[in-house]
């Protein structure tokens, strides 16, 4: 049976208000966004790898690096309020037109620490599973049936879940008794092309495929990665704690050779 073919897709605006030039900012001597196209280029499960941008400048390092970068993004699919799904549909037609990818895997530039090994084991997963999509998450930091919100009157009130997987009722809840749960990490999301393209609405398909009234038959497979390549980078902050345990695995890694 011939191999499905599958595209990497690094979507990465040139506006970021939270922090300016994020995607290229420099850590550890290569702009973040390098770090993902090395990661998808050196995974073996992928074809082609693309960046999505509309910003030159991002466009000039990303092909720098290796990946392909066809055309700019068009200023309406880059707004701070444009749905991510626009530019993914956009990337589909314009820069894989007559290869017709079967899969579509979606690398966020802010996720450096995710490794090609993630990347095959999530494409691994979607290919031999029968699932709709995967994505990558982390155990929660915090477990949603320990969390608060505010009721009407702004007073505290018990976050309520109501999940049939489980059913226990505890009133002081430990850790080994509760669920397992996951939170997304943002270093892959893994779609169908046809399911992107088709998609009926302004939220990537994998949302619709774990909600509770999903159509039949279709389901969406975690891969479960651990909080030390779960870096999200959105804020300095993010940045600078990012690149201090980078720091220290280069050093653990140099330590041990």
Known sequence: MEKPRVMALVTARG?????????????????????????????????????STDCQEIADISVQYGAEVPCLRPPEHAQDNSPHIDSITHAI???????????????????????????????????????????????????????????????????????????????????QDLPLALQENGAIYIHKAADLMHNGGADLPFRRHCSGSKPAGTHCKPLVMPTSRSADIDTIDDFRTCEALMRRMCASDASRQ
Not at 19 to 29: D, Y
Request: charged letters at 20%; hydrophobic letters at 40%; aromatic letters at 8%.
């Open 15 to 51: 506006g970021s208000k939270g922090l300016p030039k994020k995607n290229i900012l420099p850590l550890l001597g290569k702009p973040l966004i390098a770090w993902s196209i090395e990661a998808a280029l050196n995974a073996r499960s992928i074809d082609r790898t693309f960046v």
């Open 93 to 175: 037609e314009h820069f894989a037109a007559g290869w017709n990818p079967e899969w579509v895997v979606l690398l966020q530039p802010t996720s450096p620490l995710r490794t090609a090994d993630d990347i095959d084991a999530a494409v691994q997963l979607a290919l031999s599973s029968g699932c709709d999509s995967v994505i990558s998450v982390r155990e929660a930091a915090q477990h949603p049936f320990k969390m608060f919100c505010l009721d009407k009157d702004e007073s505290m009130e018990l976050l309520t879940i109501t999940n049939p997987n489980f059913q226990k009722t505890v009133e002081y809840p430990r850790r």
